[in-house]
C-alpha cells in the first residue's frame, strides 16, 4: 500500500529537483514508480545517492553541467 492506499503502480520517468549546499540541480529522466491514482512517486534509493553523488561533483567543478539555466525565485509573502 501506497502514501494514498492505491496498490496500482506503474513505471515513469520523471524530472527530480535537488538542493545542496544552496544549489538547485534538476535531472531529468529519472526513473521511478508512480503511483496510477495520485501521482505520488517513489525512487530507489541508488537513483538518489547518485544523483547525490553527482551534484557534488558539479559543486566541486570536477563535473561540468550539460546545460545551465536561469531560474527566477520569489518570496510566498511577495506574490
Sequence with gaps: ??????IHLSPARTRYFH???????????????????CGEQYFEAGALKKIEADHAALLTSRKQPKRVIQVSVEDFMSL
Design 1 to 6: 500500500m501506497q502514501f494514498c492506499g492505491n
Design 19 to 37: 538542493q545542496q549546499a544552496g544549489d538547485l540541480l534538476i535531472v531529468d529522466d529519472v526513473p521511478c514508480i508512480q503511483c496510477d491514482y
